[in-house]
């Protein structure tokens, strides 16, 4: 009988633990450039998701109504955060996914008076490059680096 409640207890416990599968890159080989839709929304059929952008054009211009048309860039990097940034823009957002959407986990100054030009994301083995004509800055989590 002991053996009974052991071995049930055993399945129990067994059956309660979560799968963790691990090591996991969640890195995208190559930004997405991505134009917004009349509703606000961008479409990514690569890597397969839809979000509306236009509270990151609120924040960045403080304006949303205008972004039809516009382009946003979008990168994930290894640990499965998103990056997005875009023309006139002066800071990165980075994301993280939750169920049903993004959270904002931080948002990264790039300049306080100079706005991106035309930025362009590359994945790197250790970091997310930002590159915007001559000026180069490297993206750790929520950490940039200017290089040259």
Not at 109 to 122: R, T, V
Not at 126 to 134: H, K, R, T
């Amino acid at each position: 009988m002991k053996f009974i409640i052991f071995i049930s207890t055993l399945f129990i416990v067994a059956g309660c633990t979560t799968m963790l599968l691990q090591p996991a890159d969640f890195s995208w080989p190559v930004e997405s450039v991505l134009k917004v839709d009349d509703k606000g929304f961008v479409s990514e059929e690569r890597y397969t998701f839809d979000i509306n952008v236009k509270p990151i054009f609120y924040e960045e211009f403080k304006d949303s109504n205008s972004v039809s048309g516009k382009e946003i860039r979008v990168i994930r990097d290894k640990v499965g955060h998103y990056y997005f940034t875009g023309a006139g823009f002066k800071n990165i957002y980075m994301f993280k996914s939750v169920e049903g959407g993004m959270k904002l986990e931080d948002k990264i100054s790039i300049s306080d008076s100079l706005a991106l030009q035309k930025p362009a994301f590359n994945q790197k083995p250790a970091y997310v490059e930002l590159i915007d004509g001559p000026n180069k800055y490297l993206v750790t989590g929520a950490e940039i680096v200017r290089s040259k």
